[in-house]
């Protein structure tokens, strides 16, 4: 049997073609041909369950191996294998209508995985690395004759009698000049690591040394030998592919080790299992959170039938959730095609919102059967839970119920508990419910304390996306706004008709604040006179709520530019009522009265971390004078 032919394609060219195009990632060529080798086992076994095949399966494998010298490497199974026929049936005949129609699409293509996918040339990407490929291949069919087949890039190939003797395919590549790098241990473990770590059959890549149990030695002592075993690459049972049932804690945690070997034990994790209307399995994490997200980002493995495809899981996983690590493996995923496609396909778009259910079905459950364990979770889920509150809405829906509130006094509430624990004291004289929150514990101390003796509770909310969190409150939630603890002293927070009584008349109040404003003396600070009770500070200067979002929405480039440009503006209240007001009212020097003033307001503008530079010595100096 000889036989030389021309591949049918319609172009002479094609080679030169896939060669340019899909240079960027070569290295795929190897989980192709590894893939197509397990998929020959995989049918090998499927024809003997149907009872077609009755010989020996034997165990069935694949194995990697490379000849630096002859610069060969060699891809061999022991599959279903191929007749010559087949040869020309599934490898001579491109996979595709007409070349034609590959040479107009391949301009769009961005990457091999496009082009390769979409027109059925894994095999073929072969070529990227190599001059010549050889195919040994011996079907199991009965009476089968082996069949060599070479190629060396062009469109003619060559079939001859093959020397196989057993079932099976062998492929050899001998490498290009440019892929030279491929003929090393290294990069090869490198490449399989990658892509087929978790495949279903044994990939054996040459061999390795373990020590074994020798016996023991005169003394008694126990004696090891170290033997030559075959380097078996991937683990076929991968707990993905494994009931739930079937497995421990312990498996989740050691599979996590696997795939991120210098990571701290995550949080919890959900295996996921759906066979209708998708196909869906695979184990998601919820990491420890570290301030470093970008860092996190593209920890979830995506596999198809247990190849791994890419890291890049994006619009497969809902945004907020891509700080997950973890693997997902679904055949439905059009793996192949462009990004655009991607974000419109049907099925994307129903996995996307099966994980988002998953993800908070699985909160769900952790926060009913263990309220405290959750709320010891609460600082690293919280991040997710809210950004997922922000962004999905059928997300906010489940989530309204286990999302918590955290307070200064480390308490934690549901929404609707917090509801009811702050409607008695925050509901203004309009039924408005007010929630206060700090941003700063540290910093806006001196207002959380007021607001506290004031019996109002105040909010934690100091994570990145709290702003949002908030804003998104707000929205939802009936008659509820927030206010931060220090855009106005406690009595005013919350508008109540019990408003106190003026201690000072018209004339003194309006002398006051003409002192003020004088020993202030700056445009940006606005003196205004209030009646608060009498153990609130003399003076406190706040920034109004409503200014200072629109600031930090333009400063985040929020579109809310004008106000960016806008001076900052502050609030100074001087508390009429304060026993030091009435003694500055009455003092009779006015340097002294200056001074006094000066200090009071300092001391607002300490207590808030805004006294610095020349102005905190110009402070330190006066009150060492004062004492
Ligand atoms: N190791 C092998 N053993 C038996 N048959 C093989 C082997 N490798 C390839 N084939 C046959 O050649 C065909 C073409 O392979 P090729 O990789 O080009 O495309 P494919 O596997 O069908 O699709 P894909 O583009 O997804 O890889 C296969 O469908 C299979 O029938």
Avoid at 253 to 263: A, C, G, R, V
Wanted: hydrophobic share 35%; proline share 3%.
């Amino acid at each position: 049997m000889q036989e030389k032919g021309t591949i049918s394609i319609h172009t002479e060219n094609i080679f030169p073609i896939i060669k340019k195009f899909l240079y960027s990632d070569t290295e795929i060529f190897l989980r192709e041909l590894v893939s197509n080798a397990i998929d020959a086992t995989q049918k090998i076994k499927r024809l003997s369950s149907l009872g077609q095949y009755n010989g020996e399966l034997g165990d069935l494998r694949v194995e990697v191996s490379f000849d630096e010298k002859a610069k060969t490497i060699t891809i061999s199974d022991n599959g279903l294998g191929m007749t010559a026929e087949e040869i020309k049936k599934y490898i001579n005949q491109i996979a595709f209508s007409g070349a034609t129609e590959f040479v107009e699409k391949f301009k769009e293509a961005k990457d091999a995985n496009e082009i390769i996918g979409r027109f059925g040339l894994g095999f073929y990407s072969a070529f990227m690395v190599a001059d010549r490929v050889e195919i040994e291949t011996l079907s199991y069919q009965e009476g089968a004759e082996p069949a060599h087949w070479t190629c060396d890039g062009s469109t003619e190939f060559e079939i001859s009698e093959g020397s196989l003797a057993e079932r099976g395919t062998e492929i050899t590549l001998h490498i290009n000049k440019d892929s030279e790098e491929f003929l090393s241990q290294q990069r090869l473990q490198e490449i399989l690591d990658k892509y087929c770590k978790f495949l279903p059959v044994p990939i054996k890549f040459g061999t390795k040394t373990e020590t074994e149990d020798d016996g023991e030695d005169e003394e008694g002592k126990p004696k090891y030998k170290t033997i030559e075993v075959d380097n078996i690459i991937n683990d076929t049972n991968p707990i993905w592919t494994k009931a739930p049932a079937d497995l421990k804690d312990e498996d989740y945690l050691n599979f996590y080790k696997q795939l991120y070997p210098f990571s701290e034990d995550p949080l919890f994790w959900i295996h996921l299992n759906v066979d209708y209307p998708f196909n869906l399995t695979g184990v998601l994490y919820f990491p420890k959170l570290k301030n470093d997200f970008e860092i996190q980002r593209n920890k979830i493995k995506l596999f198809s039938r247990q190849v791994f495809i890419t890291d890049e899981v994006k619009d497969i996983v809902p945004e907020f959730l891509m700080l997950l690590h973890g693997v997902i493996d679904s055949p439905d995923i059009p793996l192949n095609v462009s990004r655009s496609f991607l974000q419109a396909d049907s099925s994307v778009k129903k996995i996307n919102s099966y994980i988002t259910k998953k993800v908070a079905d699985k909160l769900a459950e952790l926060f009913k059967a263990d309220r405290k364990a959750y709320e010891e979770k609460w600082t690293d889920i919280g991040l997710f839970v809210k950004y997922g509150m922000v962004s999905e809405e059928k997300f906010y829906d489940k989530a309204k119920d286990f999302v918590l509130l955290s307070n200064t006094k480390n308490e934690n509430f549901t929404l609707s508990e917090y509801k009811d624990k702050v409607t008695p004291e925050q509901t203004d004289k309009d039924g408005q419910l007010v929630y206060i929150y700090t941003n700063d514990p540290a910093k806006q101390d001196a207002f959380i304390q007021s607001a506290n003796k004031k019996g109002y509770d105040i909010l934690l909310m100091n994570s990145p996306i709290d702003n949002h969190f908030i804003g998104q409150l707000e929205q939802k939630l009936e008659k509820t706004s927030f206010k931060r603890v220090d855009a106005d002293v406690a009595d005013k927070l919350i508008k109540k008709e019990d408003a106190l009584e003026h201690v000072l008349t018209e004339e003194q109040a309006t002398k006051v604040k003409g002192i003020f404003d004088k020993a202030i003396n700056k445009p940006a600070y606005k003196v205004e006179l209030e009646s608060l009770n009498p153990d609130e500070l003399p003076v406190t200067v706040t920034m109004d709520e409503f200014m200072r979002r629109m600031k930090e929405m333009a400063a985040m480039g929020g579109g809310m530019g004008f106000y960016g440009s806008m001076p900052d503006n502050y609030k100074v209240i001087v508390n009429g009522n304060h026993k030091l007001i009435s003694r500055i009212l009455n003092e009779e020097n006015e340097e002294v009265q200056s001074a006094l003033s000066k200090q009071a307001f300092d001391l607002a503008l300490l207590s808030q971390g805004l006294l610095t530079g020349a102005e905190l010595t110009e402070f330190v100096n006066r009150s060492v004078n004062l004492i």
